[in-house]
């Protein structure tokens, strides 16, 4: 069996299956489908030179099996409505530039629509206030620490931060400048989500800008102490709640924080075991008073309401409006606000 009979109708049902896929998206969603199109079509060029080793005409074949795929794509229908020229594709070399030509084209079909997607992003941004001033923000230098905090509009028209959700159930309520700085990650991050209505920009305990709406400070509380109270409460939120599932935890938590222990005092926690099927005797867990001093500073349990974070690589990006978080899958940093609830040691 010649190769033409096997690799040429695979290329082709590749170009095939990339037209069904333009057919079956929105027109607004054509753009990855036109870019697949013009994949498929870049690679069955490129196997043309090795079947003409082994079946003389395979360029010509190609052209027609192409031309019959593509004729009714409406961004080609003009370019390969000329069946006179396809009559006259008699030589290898004329079919080869014919090929080239189509690819060509979808090449330039897939840059505008590039540049034209490139540009509703940036009408987009710019024409959100605190979007498009976080976007210029990020072009300047900033500090190592500096860190924004989002806020959208919440259903009964109140000002609610915006935090993300991490997939251990980790709150986030900090993002950096750089995750401003692309127009298209704007778009991508936002367009679909709530209603950002302001955003503080803060480095070394201090907020540098304002943009928009913000929660105020009541009499006598500053804009600073306000925001980042609101950051630690949803920050600390799941430790607060796994603490409040547990009644044992929970009462060893306000017993420590009431400073009720004693500087040489330590906690000892009991769960509960599972005896064995093959067990005939009682199992039991035997405990010695006589622990040495680093197990009594060192292994007691510490509880409090905020922590230290850390930067992470996997960002959620589907919007959970019910629970104010947003969540994605996407590549961008997920940032843990520094006030987030300490891990029990």
Same mark, same amino acid.
């Given at each position: 069996?010649?190769?033409?009979?096997?690799?040429?109708?695979?290329?082709?049902? /590749? *170009?095939?299956?990339?037209?069904?896929?333009?057919?079956?998206?929105?027109?607004?969603?054509?753009?990855?489908? =036109?870019?697949? *199109?013009?994949? /498929?079509?870049?690679?069955?060029?490129?196997?043309?030179?090795?079947?003409?080793?082994?079946?003389?005409?395979?360029?010509?074949?190609?052209?027609?099996?192409?031309?019959?795929?593509?004729?009714? +794509?409406?961004?080609?229908?003009?370019?390969?409505?000329?069946?006179?020229?396809?009559?006259?594709?008699?030589?290898?070399?004329?079919?080869?530039?014919?090929?080239?030509?189509?690819?060509?084209?979808?090449?330039?079909?897939?840059?505008?629509?590039?540049?034209?997607?490139?540009?509703?992003?940036?009408?987009?941004?710019?024409?959100?206030?605190?979007?498009?001033?976080? &976007?210029?923000?990020?072009?300047?230098?900033?500090?190592?620490?500096?860190?924004?905090?989002?806020?959208?509009?919440?259903?009964?028209?109140?000002?609610?931060?915006?935090?993300?959700?991490?997939?251990?159930?980790?709150?986030?309520?900090?993002?950096?400048?750089?995750?401003?700085? %692309?127009?298209?990650?704007?778009?991508?991050?936002?367009?679909?989500?709530?209603?950002? *209505?302001?955003?503080?920009?803060?480095?070394? &305990?201090?907020?540098?800008?304002?943009?928009? %709406?913000?929660?105020?400070?009541?009499?006598?509380?500053?804009?600073?102490?306000?925001?980042?109270?609101?950051?630690?409460?949803?920050?600390?939120?799941?430790?607060?709640?796994?603490?409040?599932?547990?009644?044992?935890?929970?009462?060893?938590?306000?017993?420590? !924080?009431?400073?009720?222990?004693?500087?040489?005092?330590?906690?000892?926690?009991?769960?509960? +075991?599972?005896?064995?099927?093959?067990?005939?005797?009682?199992?039991?867990?035997? =405990?010695?008073?006589?622990?040495?001093?680093? =197990?009594?500073?060192?292994? $007691?349990?510490?509880?409090?309401?905020?922590?230290?974070?850390?930067?992470?690589?996997?960002?959620? #990006?589907?919007?959970?409006?019910?629970?104010? *978080?947003?969540?994605?899958?996407? $590549?961008?940093?997920?940032?843990?606000?520094?006030?987030?609830? !300490? #891990?029990?040691?």
């Amino acid at each position: 069996m010649s190769n033409i009979t096997t690799v040429l109708p695979e290329a082709l049902n /590749a *170009v095939k299956r990339a037209v069904h896929d333009y057919r079956s998206r929105p027109e607004a969603e054509r753009t990855p489908a =036109v870019r697949a *199109v013009h994949t /498929a079509v870049v690679r069955l060029m490129a196997q043309l030179p090795e079947l003409e080793k082994t079946e003389h005409g395979a360029t010509q074949q190609a052209v027609r099996g192409l031309t019959e795929i593509l004729v009714d +794509l409406p961004i080609l229908q003009h370019f390969l409505s000329d069946k006179e020229l396809l009559n006259r594709l008699h030589t290898r070399q004329l079919a080869q530039e014919y090929i080239q030509q189509i690819e060509q084209h979808l090449k330039t079909v897939v840059d505008e629509l590039d540049l034209a997607k490139t540009k509703q992003h940036s009408d987009w941004v710019s024409n959100h206030e605190v979007l498009a001033g976080l &976007n210029k923000a990020a072009s300047r230098k900033h500090h190592v620490d500096t860190y924004i905090l989002l806020f959208r509009r919440g259903e009964d028209e109140s000002i609610n931060l915006l935090t993300r959700k991490a997939k251990d159930g980790r709150v986030f309520t900090r993002r950096r400048p750089r995750d401003f700085a %692309q127009e298209s990650k704007i778009y991508h991050d936002f367009h679909k989500g709530p209603a950002i *209505v302001g955003a503080a920009i803060i480095a070394r &305990n201090k907020i540098e800008t304002i943009f928009g %709406q913000v929660p105020q400070p009541a009499e006598g509380q500053n804009q600073l102490q306000l925001l980042l109270s609101i950051s630690k409460e949803a920050a600390s939120q799941p430790a607060k709640d796994f603490l409040a599932a547990s009644s044992v935890l929970q009462s060893v938590h306000e017993i420590c !924080k009431a400073d009720k222990v004693g500087k040489d005092g330590y906690i000892l926690l009991f769960t509960e +075991l599972l005896a064995s099927p093959q067990c005939t005797e009682p199992q039991t867990q035997g =405990v010695s008073n006589d622990l040495p001093d680093s =197990v009594r500073s060192d292994d $007691s349990a510490q509880l409090v309401d905020d922590s230290i974070g850390s930067d992470e690589s996997a960002e959620p #990006a589907a919007f959970d409006q019910s629970a104010e *978080v947003i969540e994605s899958d996407e $590549s961008a940093e997920v940032i843990e606000s520094d006030e987030s609830a !300490k #891990a029990i040691a």
